[in-house]
């Protein structure tokens, strides 16, 4: 009686363990590192614009269509309208950021406060391989532009400044030039021209050229007219909300 007794409690224990772990678990495939994969996986696709600004993300099919719960999908896209590209608004929910005329010349002159001054750290810790990585990068991005590939040819130049914002050695404020980054790739999707990124398509060359040759004033100035070349090519576009296809797009 005493063995039948202990062996219900112990069934009965277990079974009460695996019914707190489902429901700590949640809808399957929930979980800390299935989340941070689904948030990366949203992340790239709104900076390659292949969710367009504007366009709403609905939490019910997201978790339909990446398997997790809506309670997942909702910490995600909280975590997203941290970085500023999901907005979420009461009663309707979240969407891809758009970021008004104001916001963009907010976060261009950021970027002229904190790459430029990056320069000088960046000349002096270059080393040829990270040289020729640059004129890899920018070769990239050139051909994309020709192939018309302009929303790979956004991101691969925000991974241009990016990386120069890591060579600098500054880890804070590489962080920050990604964030920026990431919000310019958007700002440049609404408002700029179809074909052109609103700079030569050599800058980033000779951009590498003076930083290798140790002319720290001349890639500060040289930073400083990029980028305000960029910020002038702008124009704004009004544009109607879109609903995407989540499973085209993540499928």
């Given at each position: 009686?005493a063995?039948?007794?202990?062996a219900?409690?112990n069934?009965?224990?277990?079974?009460s363990?695996?019914a707190?772990?489902g429901?700590g678990?949640g809808?399957?495939?929930?979980?800390?590192?299935?989340?941070?994969?689904?948030y990366q996986?949203?992340?790239?696709a709104?900076?390659?614009?292949r969710?367009?600004?504007?366009?709403r993300?609905r939490?019910?099919?997201?978790?339909e269509?990446?398997?997790?719960s809506?309670?997942?999908?909702?910490?995600?896209l909280q975590?997203?309208?941290?970085?500023?590209?999901?907005?979420?608004t009461?009663?309707?929910g979240?969407s891809?950021?758009?970021?008004?005329?104001?916001?963009?010349?907010?976060?261009?002159?950021?970027r002229?406060l904190i790459?430029?001054?990056l320069?000088?750290?960046?000349?002096?810790?270059?080393?040829?391989a990270d040289?020729?990585?640059?004129?890899?990068?920018a070769?990239?991005e050139?051909?994309?532009?020709r192939?018309?590939?302009?929303?790979?040819a956004?991101?691969?130049?925000?991974q241009?400044?990016q990386?120069l914002?890591?060579?600098s050695?500054?880890?804070?404020?590489a962080?920050?030039v990604e964030?920026?980054?990431s919000?310019?790739?958007?700002?440049l999707?609404?408002?700029?021209?179809?074909?052109?990124?609103?700079?030569?398509?050599?800058?980033h060359?000779?951009?590498?050229?003076?930083l290798?040759?140790g002319?720290?004033?001349r890639?500060?100035?040289?930073m400083q007219?990029?980028?305000?070349?960029?910020?002038?090519?702008?124009s704004?576009?009004?544009?109607t909300?879109?609903?995407?296809?989540l499973?085209?797009?993540?499928?």
């Amino acid at each position: 009686m005493a063995k039948s007794a202990n062996a219900a409690s112990n069934t009965s224990t277990s079974k009460s363990a695996e019914a707190k772990r489902g429901r700590g678990a949640g809808k399957a495939g929930d979980g800390a590192e299935r989340h941070a994969t689904i948030y990366q996986q949203i992340r790239e696709a709104i900076v390659e614009h292949r969710l367009k600004p504007g366009a709403r993300l609905r939490e019910d099919a997201l978790a339909e269509v990446f398997g997790v719960s809506r309670t997942g999908i909702r910490k995600i896209l909280q975590r997203l309208a941290l970085e500023y590209l999901v907005t979420l608004t009461p009663r309707r929910g979240a969407s891809v950021s758009r970021p008004t005329i104001e916001e963009a010349r907010d976060v261009f002159a950021a970027r002229q406060l904190i790459e430029c001054q990056l320069m000088p750290w960046v000349s002096r810790r270059l080393q040829p391989a990270d040289a020729r990585a640059l004129r890899e990068m920018a070769t990239s991005e050139r051909q994309a532009l020709r192939a018309g590939e302009q929303s790979r040819a956004i991101q691969l130049s925000a991974q241009f400044h990016q990386r120069l914002a890591e060579l600098s050695g500054n880890t804070p404020l590489a962080e920050f030039v990604e964030r920026l980054c990431s919000r310019s790739s958007l700002i440049l999707a609404v408002y700029g021209a179809s074909g052109h990124l609103g700079c030569e398509s050599h800058d980033h060359d000779e951009l590498v050229t003076l930083l290798e040759a140790g002319r720290e004033e001349r890639a500060v100035a040289f930073m400083q007219r990029h980028l305000k070349a960029i910020e002038a090519s702008l124009s704004i576009e009004e544009s109607t909300d879109e609903a995407p296809d989540l499973r085209q797009i993540f499928g």
